[in-house]
C-alpha cells in the first residue's frame, strides 16, 4: 500500500498569505496525485487532479506541482474562505490512499 | 448539475447488516465508475470500494473485503452498497462519488453508519 504523507498537519495563516502543502508518496506514483478541499461538515471538493490540472471552477489561486514522490499544493493570496482540510490522494494502485490532511486555519 | 445523494445510513449493532444507496443525476450514469469512500468521526478519508460503469469490475479495500459489495442500477441511476458483518470499527459516514477515471470529481454528502458494541 502506498503511504501519503502530508506536512504540515496544521497551518494557521493570515489572508492573503501563500500557503504550501507537501504531499510525499513512499513510492512513485508518477503524477497520479490529486487534491481535495474538505470544509467542516462539507464534503470533499477536487481541487487538483494529475498534480497541476486544475479541476473546472477551482479559483486559479490554487495549483499543484510535483511528479514522482514528491508533490505541492499551493495557494496564492489565502481567503477566508479556504479555511479547510486539504487531502491528497493517489490513484496510482490499488488501493487508493490518502494523505492524513492538512488542516489550514485563517488568522 | 451534478447531484449524489446518498441514503441507508443508521444505527446497527455490531455484526449486523445496511444497505447504502447513492442516486445520481445531473450526468450519464453508465459512462461513469462510481466509488465508495468513509470518513470516521474527527478522521481521514479512507477509499473503500469502486465500480466501473458497466457494473463489470470491483475493487474493495482489504478491511471490507468478503464483507461489504458494491453494485449498481444503471436503469435508476443508482450505485449500492451492502454491509455485511458489520464492525464498530465500520462507523463512519460515507460518501459516495464518482469519476471518468480517477479522481472522484463528484461527492455526495455523505450518510452516517454507526455500529454499537
Known amino acids: 500500500e502506498i503511504v501519503l504523507t502530508q506536512s504540515p498537519a496544521f497551518q494557521s495563516v493570515t489572508p492573503k498569505e501563500t500557503v504550501t502543502i507537501t504531499c510525499r508518496a513512499s513510492?512513485?506514483?508518477?503524477?497520479?496525485l490529486h487534491w481535495y478541499q474538505q470544509k467542516p461538515n462539507q464534503s470533499p471538493k477536487l481541487l487538483i487532479k494529475?498534480?497541476?490540472q486544475s479541476f473546472s471552477g477551482v479559483p486559479s489561486r490554487f495549483s499543484g506541482s510535483g511528479s514522482g514522490t514528491d508533490f505541492i499544493l499551493t495557494i496564492n493570496s489565502l481567503e477566508a474562505e479556504d479555511a479547510a482540510t486539504y487531502y491528497c490522494h493517489q490513484s496510482s494502485s490499488l488501493p487508493w490512499t490518502f494523505g492524513q490532511g492538512t488542516k489550514v486555519e485563517i488568522k | 448539475e451534478v447531484q449524489l445523494v446518498e441514503s441507508g445510513g443508521g444505527l446497527v449493532q455490531r455484526g449486523g447488516s445496511l444497505r447504502l444507496s447513492c442516486v445520481a443525476s445531473?450526468?450519464?450514469?453508465?459512462?461513469?465508475?462510481m466509488h465508495w469512500v468513509r470518513q470516521a468521526p474527527g478522521k481521514g478519508l479512507v477509499w473503500v470500494s469502486r465500480l466501473n460503469g458497466e457494473g463489470a469490475s470491483t475493487s474493495y479495500a482489504d478491511t471490507v473485503k468478503g464483507r461489504f459489495t458494491i453494485s449498481r442500477d444503471n436503469a435508476k441511476n443508482t450505485l449500492f452498497l451492502e454491509m455485511n458483518s458489520l464492525r464498530v470499527e465500520d462507523t463512519a459516514v460515507y460518501y459516495c462519488?464518482?469519476?471518468?477515471?480517477?479522481?472522484?470529481?463528484?461527492w455526495g454528502q455523505g450518510t452516517l453508519v454507526t455500529v454499537s458494541s
Open positions: 494529475y498534480a497541476s
Open positions: 445531473g450526468f450519464t450514469f453508465s459512462n461513469y465508475w
Open positions: 462519488a464518482s469519476g471518468l477515471g480517477p479522481p472522484f470529481e463528484y
Open positions: 513510492q512513485s506514483i508518477r503524477s497520479s
